[in-house]
């Protein structure tokens, strides 16, 4: 059987936990080879080990805030897979809702530099390293974005900001490397990740995976319509394959679909008017 991404190569930034590791499983089961890159080889290992295509999978430690590090992660996915088809810039952290109010000014600097050095640099040094390899084939960016990137409390100041960021990133990004390569975002809501704090805040060993293991059977439900949809990241990965895919969206640029539940169609008595049904 063939998949929607046979033959492409793809290289993916924190490709070794959470969506990002979700992602790479789904792309090789859609037949692409993929280099998953992140800061810790262990987990990357660990992933590759998982594979049941191993070849098709190649593990690169490197830190998104380094640019020579992602020239050298784009020369070495090249080198081992022959091209670049699609970037996925995807790693990141977040500030666990640390508010403004909640934060000295050391503590905000400290916060801003880290976070915005790996979710937005580190996106920026993604698209800058690959984009001379993505003209070549006429490939893609997708980039992880997030609720946080249109609406507020999904973060704090710093993470929403971060994430806003992002998304306009992807729409210059999308213009300035139109015709030849497309970039497009997908936006996720809540997903049970090893998602992680900024060392500034002590937060680096805190995973909101702990959050989702805390949550009591009885707790209620999130706000969103779909208050009962899947927080695998599992289920997030379809429109990163269709996005990836030049035949299934070959027309489509700068866009960002939002896979959160339907955070934008919300009520105002109750989150989904359905639940009657
Ligand atoms: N989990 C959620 O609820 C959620 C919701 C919306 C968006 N997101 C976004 O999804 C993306 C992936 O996060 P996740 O939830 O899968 O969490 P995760 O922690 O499982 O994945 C992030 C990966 O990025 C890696 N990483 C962090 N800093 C790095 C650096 N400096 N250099 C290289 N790799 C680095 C981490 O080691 C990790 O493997 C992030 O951009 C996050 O903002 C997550």
């Not at 609720?147 to 806003?164: C, D, E, I, M, R």
């Not at 009591?216 to 379809?238: C, K, N, V």
């Amino acid at each position: 059987m063939s998949g929607w991404l046979d033959g492409y190569v793809t290289l993916i930034t924190g490709g070794g936990s959470g969506v990002g590791r979700a992602v790479a499983e789904r792309f090789v089961a859609e037949g692409a080879n993929v280099a998953i890159l992140g800061r810790d080889r262990d987990k990357l290992d660990e992933v590759v080990g998982a594979c049941p295509d191993q070849f098709r999978m190649l593990a690169i430690e490197a830190d998104v805030r380094d640019s020579d590090q992602m020239h050298a992660a784009v020369a070495e996915t090249v080198s081992h897979f022959g091209k670049l088809d699609t970037l996925v810039a995807n790693a990141g952290i977040w500030d666990y809702q640390r508010q403004l109010t909640r934060l000295n000014g050391k503590e905000l600097s400290d916060t801003f530099d880290e976070l915005f050095s790996i979710n937005v640099k580190g996106y920026f040094l993604a698209a800058e390293a690959a984009w001379r390899e993505l003209v070549k084939t006429r490939g893609s960016i997708v980039m992880t974005l997030s609720n946080a990137s249109f609406y507020v409390n999904g973060g704090g100041p710093v993470y929403t900001a971060s994430k806003h960021a992002c998304l306009g990133l992807m729409r210059e990004l999308a213009y300035e490397l139109a015709p030849k390569v497309r970039v497009n975002g997908v936006a996720c809501g809540g997903m049970n990740t090893d998602l992680r704090g900024p060392e500034s805040l002590s937060l680096h060993e805190r995973s909101l995976a702990a959050s989702f293991a805390k949550r009591s059977s009885d707790a209620p439900p999130p706000p969103i319509p779909l208050h009962d949809s899947s927080t695998d990241p599992r289920d997030f990965t379809g429109s990163y394959v269709l996005l990836a895919s030049r035949e299934q969206s070959g027309p489509i640029t700068g866009q960002a679909i939002s896979v959160d539940g339907g955070i934008g169609v919300r009520g105002f008595a109750t989150a989904a008017g359905g639940d009657h049904l």
